[in-house]
């Protein structure tokens, strides 16, 4: 499978535990881009690499969010005392530096609901 | 007021009808401009770009007005298979998207 993976596909957690997503971007894309979608919204920003350097942060990433991409392949995503506000689809993308404005790939997310 | 904005619907059509979505951006630095679809709890898909000077992939036509800051999506025939929410989408530089709410389209037979 070439395209972009997320794992997992459905975590259930109750509120106030820590939570970790993974993402798996296409092999040669070097930038990689978390955005969280909640029902009737579109996706909205989270954060972004290239490579492994973190290039921006939304607002809307708490001091409990924490986004790595340690060697510049994957990526995790954390979020520390999950809220019930917490709960969305957290959806990755990646695209090459140098065709980026031809849009992203999307995984299948990760669908986070605290209980 | 949001960065992108669309009209929620839903738009309820009959099959072979043409239907056009609206969109229109706030942000005039805006260079990057794109539709994409999404599917019932999917992930977004990309449609189509949109240029400057208007393009069409098969049923679908986009158009941009940079004036109006306005993008438009047309689909011609419209197919069963066409129900879903259609995202209109900017980029200010390239580096991240920014996303309308999107609108549903449900095509019925």
């Known amino acids: 499978d070439t395209g972009v993976s997320q794992d997992p596909r459905h975590k259930i957690t109750k509120r106030g535990q820590n939570v970790t997503f993974r993402c798996d971007p296409i092999?040669?894309?070097?930038?990689l881009y978390w955005y969280r979608q909640t029902l009737g919204q579109g996706p909205e920003f989270l954060t972004y690499f290239q490579n492994e350097a973190q290039l921006e942060k939304s607002r809307l990433l708490s001091d409990r969010f924490s986004a790595e991409r340690p060697k510049g392949s994957f990526s995790t995503l954390e979020i520390q005392r999950t809220e019930q506000g917490d709960s969305a689809m957290y959806l990755c993308a990646s695209s090459p530096w140098d065709r980026r404005d031809y849009g992203y790939t999307f995984g299948s997310g990760t669908r986070l609901t605290v209980v | 007021r949001k960065e992108v904005e669309q009209d929620p619907g839903p738009f309820n059509v009959p099959e072979g009808a043409t239907v056009a979505f609206n969109c229109t951006y706030s942000n005039s630095a805006s260079q990057s401009f794109f539709w994409y679809r999404q599917d019932c709890r999917k992930e977004p898909k990309l449609l189509m770009s949109v240029y400057s000077s208007g393009n069409e992939d098969g049923r679908f036509t986009a158009q941009l007005n940079r004036a109006s800051q306005y993008i438009s999506l047309l689909i011609r025939d419209s197919k069963l298979s066409d129900s879903a929410t259609y995202l209109c989408v900017v980029s200010h530089n390239t580096d991240k998207l920014i996303f309308g709410t999107g609108t549903r389209l449900q095509v019925f037979p």
């Open positions: 092999s040669e894309h070097n930038r």
